[in-house]
């Protein structure tokens, strides 16, 4: 065999072998799940992305306190084969951000067999976030697709058993980026994540110690889900649980704006042109509001996404097909 073709075949075994771990972007997934089923599509969209070896779903963290919430994110992760991923609940009901719409229905249809629950005992969400950035030998990513609630709070958590780092230098040594659905760029209008819990909102986005990237409403509103993806795409499985979450939130069809997709989208596939960033500089928040404002600086360390001309194709058939991508191993 020729030396040349020789060094290259060893190359690209060595490459083979290594893809599976390489560049697999380790996620923190923290969500309101239950509000709006964009987060479900979302935890959908994390699944496929770690199936394909683009990312490594560390943990859940729910900041939605209905008592369904961590079980049906957990019948979800079942279903996708990754029933050991930790789900930390939430430790405060925030006031008209604990629905349940959509998380009992499907937990009653589910086959049995998906809603067997494992005795992990449930954890709570803050004590979840320090332990599992201070696991982690890599820099995490944290998706952040609700209210600010446990940011806020893993901010101001002391040195513990858990880690002798207070919460801020937890997250500026383990955080490599923030990539967070929340705020509005383009109106005044208050959106709902921020005005949900504004003292959160305006302590995280205010004074987070690593990068933060916004995907501001209107990012989601200009990227409406196909109703026809759930009635079409799901169909490998005879139940599926996010197309059965889908149905149940609203009066089918409808097409939901995608919202939390696109911040994980941004997360795990940064350069990759779908979105483009606007200049750095700081958000602030209205105290009363919530309203959010960004001031252009060279020292901020806050984007927020735009959508580039003619993109919307393009950043929607990626999110409907990651969002329902059939789990690894099914159809064999
Ligand atoms: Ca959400």
């Not at 954890?123 to 940011?151: C, D, H, M, Y």
């Not at 990237?213 to 409406?224: D, K, N």
């Not at 959508?307 to 990626?318: C, K, M, S």
């Amino acid at each position: 065999m020729p030396r040349f073709t020789s060094i290259v075949l060893a190359t690209s075994l060595a490459l083979f072998l290594l893809a599976p771990c390489f560049g697999a972007v380790p996620v923190i997934f923290d969500t309101d799940m239950g509000n709006d089923i964009d987060d479900a599509l979302a935890l959908a969209m994390l699944h496929s992305l770690e199936s394909r070896g683009e990312c490594k779903l560390l943990g859940v963290t729910l900041t939605n306190a209905h008592p369904d919430a961590a079980r049906y994110i957990r019948m979800v992760n079942r279903f996708y084969g990754r029933p050991e991923i930790p789900v930390g609940v939430a430790s405060r009901t925030i006031p008209e951000g604990d629905r349940d719409g959509f998380l009992s229905k499907p937990l009653a249809a589910a086959p049995i067999a998906l809603r067997k629950e494992t005795r992990i005992a449930p954890e709570p969400a803050v004590p979840l976030l320090r332990r599992l950035l201070a696991e982690s030998t890599e820099k995490v990513v944290i998706v952040q697709v609700g209210f600010s609630t446990n940011l806020a709070a893993l901010l101001e958590s002391k040195a513990d058993a858990i880690s002798d780092l207070d919460g801020g230098e937890l997250a500026r040594r383990k955080v490599s980026l923030l990539s967070a659905m929340a705020g509005n760029f383009v109106e005044t209008t208050p959106e709902y994540n921020v005005k949900l819990d504004i003292p959160a909102a305006k302590r995280v986005f205010e004074t987070w110690p690593t990068p933060v990237l916004f995907s501001g409403f209107e990012i989601g509103r200009a990227l409406p889900y196909p109703a026809v993806s759930i009635e079409r795409d799901f169909s490998y499985a005879p139940w599926h649980p996010i197309a059965a979450s889908y149905r149940a939130y609203a009066r089918m069809p409808y097409d939901r704006p995608t919202w939390d997709l696109t911040s994980v989208l941004a997360a795990v596939r940064p350069d990759r042109g779908y979105f483009l960033r606007s200049e750095p500089g700081d958000v602030t928040v209205d105290a009363r509001t919530g309203s959010t404002s960004f001031t252009p600086g060279e020292r901020g360390t806050r984007r927020y996404l735009r959508l580039p001309p003619n993109g919307v194709a393009r950043i929607l058939e990626a999110l409907t097909l990651l969002a329902s991508e059939p789990p690894r191993g099914r159809g064999e």
